[in-house]
């Protein structure tokens, strides 16, 4: 039979790649979605790599534990993903006390139904290398202290240790992944890479002629969600669960990535990026490098896709997109 596997977060970038990743493996695929009066807007990224037929779409919430275990009795999953958060770094000032209830205990309610319905299945949580915040090490791995800066980062902290506790106290296969920096076509617009290639697209075709950036000396380590999806599937395939760190090894400044954006649609950035303080985090984290030589060596995983390449898959669609009339 045919292995099932239940994500949050299903609709995301990550959720997206992950039940495209999953299909070809031959899965089942379930996501849980907050109930839309907006259907069929929440799935455009499932459209956009065309398997939004072939994913079973469920009504819940991270913050509803009944749901949760009404849905875990009903699939039986084998494998659980939790990739759904608020995860949006600046709205987690604006918004902390959700970012907690969603980002940080959903974590626990989604391990509650786990545990009351299907204590058999793996699980992955999506941790993030935001959790490093003020770093304590020049180059980040599974052993370097945590140092959260935004409530972002002190509910993912939450939801990472839950996670381990778990694993520890009941005997869990669950697993994180540190994720750090992962973009795509698919990344949501307010995120800065995405952010970028949207503004790019929309100077090049005249429908806009500057580019407002806050802090493009932070440096971050950019890869793509496609390959880091992978990452996740290769953790719930191992004999004993464990944490990972899943990044790329190269950090570059947010001032660069936009380089390489402007130079490939051939326009100069120093004439249309505009520095706005509006746009500055109350607590900034300046740098993130983070050591995925733990993945390669235990996993068998390594980054395919180029940040260069990925810069420009995400210019030609947004291009693409704006050309059309598209949001």
């Known amino acids: 039979m045919a292995k099932r596997a239940l994500l949050t977060g299903v609709t995301g970038q990550d959720g997206a790649y992950l039940s495209q990743f999953l299909l070809g493996k031959g899965y089942e695929v379930c996501g849980i979605i907050r109930r839309s009066s907006h259907r069929g807007v929440e799935d455009h990224r499932l459209r956009f790599l065309g398997v939004a037929d072939k994913v079973t779409l469920l009504d819940g919430d991270l913050g509803d534990l009944s749901s949760l275990v009404r849905i875990v009795k009903d699939v039986q999953p084998d494998e659980i993903y939790n990739l759904g958060a608020q995860s949006f770094v600046a709205s987690s000032w604006r918004q902390p006390i959700l970012?907690?209830?969603?980002?940080?205990?959903?974590?626990?309610?989604?391990l509650e139904a786990m545990r009351a319905e299907?204590?058999?299945?793996?699980f992955y949580q999506a941790s993030s290398s935001e959790m490093y915040g003020r770093i304590q090490e020049p180059v980040q791995n599974e052993d370097t202290p945590f140092y959260p800066r935004s409530p972002y980062a002190v509910a993912k902290l939450y939801g990472h240790w839950i996670t381990v506790n778990y694993r520890e106290s009941f005997g869990f296969h669950a697993s994180s992944g540190i994720l750090f920096n992962h973009e795509s076509p698919l990344r949501g617009i307010e995120f800065v890479t995405r952010k970028v290639t949207d503004g790019v697209a929309r100077i090049k075709l005249g429908k806009a002629?500057?580019?407002?950036?806050g802090n493009i000396d932070a440096k971050r380590d950019w890869g793509h969600a496609r390959d880091y999806v992978k990452a996740m599937w290769l953790m719930l395939q191992?004999?004993?669960?464990?944490?990972?760190?899943?990044?790329?090894?190269r950090t570059t400044?947010?001032?660069?990535?936009c380089r390489i954006a402007f130079d490939y649609a051939g326009l100069d950035m120093d004439k249309h990026v505009v520095i706005d303080p509006a746009f500055y985090r109350p607590?900034?984290?300046?740098?993130?490098?983070?050591?995925?030589?733990?993945a390669t060596k235990k996993l068998g995983w390594t980054p395919e896709t180029s940040l260069e390449d990925m810069?420009?898959?995400?210019?030609?669609?947004d291009l693409e997109r704006v050309k059309a009339g598209k949001l």
């Open 311 to 317: 810069i420009r898959e995400m210019l030609d669609a």
């Open 118 to 122: 299907r204590p058999a299945a793996r």
């Open 238 to 249: 191992q004999d004993k669960p464990d944490d990972y760190v899943v990044a790329t090894g």
């Open 209 to 213: 002629k500057e580019l407002r950036l």
């Open 99 to 110: 970012t907690a209830n969603i980002t940080g205990v959903g974590v626990t309610n989604m």
């Open 253 to 257: 400044t947010v001032r660069d990535m």
């Open 283 to 294: 607590a900034e984290v300046d740098i993130l490098l983070g050591d995925p030589s733990k």
